[in-house]
């Protein structure tokens, strides 16, 4: 399925407010809580109150468009009630909470529209650099800098395309090559993987992120390789992905270099690579 401009100016101002709203959900916790009310998923990654109010308010915003949501925080829907879905959102209400505990910034609200398991349509929003990053299948990838977390945010559909830059943006070229790792999920995989990198460029520079952050980086031209080499579910890449595909990087499993696949029945992912460039 490809949007025409009516479906896109209908569907991205929700996505883009969901991601703003629940920004702002969890920019409030971060600031103002001592108790993140921190506990354990079935899959031993943390979850806070924070996700949760996240999920809650983009459930809200996006509930309105009468499109099912797979949500990190929805994840017990069975595989077949879901798997002839032809369009629905796919949502990380908070990707890195690792990096939110941890009070190092480096977390994203990821949105994916997906139809026929591919992305159409995406924003990410990083609440506490207040930048937000929109594609569109085969319309390019853009930034929107001073997006201000709100929890009342109502962006238009003009708003937002006035506001954007074009990405990758020209005043990221830069001489030595990067490379993004996650800062709390590295491997001795991961690091072969830069090693054969570094083969080619001896000098590489290593650039430690946390989230979704680093597909978006990817995306400006700020980093050229990220390899990941631990789990990570659909929810974690398919907002990005579409940032950094229409930016012109490419991403592909690892080690068979295959485009990554979504809403399967087991919504991991394998191990992958992004690049800055196809």
């Given amino acids: 399925m490809k949007l025409n401009e009516d479906i896109r100016a209908y569907l991205l101002p929700r996505a883009f407010n969901a991601a703003v709203r629940a920004g702002w959900e969890i920019m409030t916790v971060y600031k103002n809580s001592d108790d993140y009310d921190i506990t354990v998923k079935s899959d031993h990654t943390p979850i806070t109150i924070a996700d949760r109010l996240a999920h809650n308010r983009i459930k809200e915003v996006l509930g309105e468009t009468r499109i099912p949501i797979l949500s990190e925080e ?9 798997r002839n879905w032809e369009l629905f959102w796919l949502v990380d209400p908070l990707d890195g909470t690792v990096e939110f505990i941890k009070g190092n910034n480096e977390f994203t609200v990821n949105i994916a529209l997906m139809s026929d398991g591919v992305c159409i349509c ?43 830059r074009r990405l990758p943006l020209a005043e990221q070229s830069h001489e030595r090559f990067r490379v993004a790792v996650s800062r709390s999920h590295q491997t001795a995989e991961t690091r072969a993987y830069i090693d054969k990198v570094r083969e080619q460029h ?35 890449t398919a907002a990005a992905e579409l940032i950094l595909a229409e930016a012109g990087g490419v991403t592909r499993s690892l ?19 992004c690049r800055k460039q196809a």
């Fill in 202 to 236: 001896p000098d590489l520079e290593i650039v430690e992120q946390g989230s979704s952050y680093k597909f978006c980086l990817l995306a400006e031209g700020a980093i050229d390789y990220y390899p990941r080499t631990t789990h990570t579910y659909e929810w974690d």
């Fill in 74 to 82: 929805g994840r017990e829907m069975l595989y077949e009630e879901r």
């Fill in 122 to 164: 995406s924003v990410v929003y990083v609440p506490y650099l207040q930048k937000a990053y929109v594609a569109s299948q085969g319309l390019g990838s853009h930034l929107i800098t001073g997006v201000a977390p709100a929890a009342d945010a109502l962006y238009t559909y003009e708003e937002i395309c006035a506001k954007r």
């Fill in 255 to 273: 080690p068979d270099y295959e485009p990554l696949r979504y809403n399967k029945e087991d919504l991991h992912n394998p191990w992958f690579e």
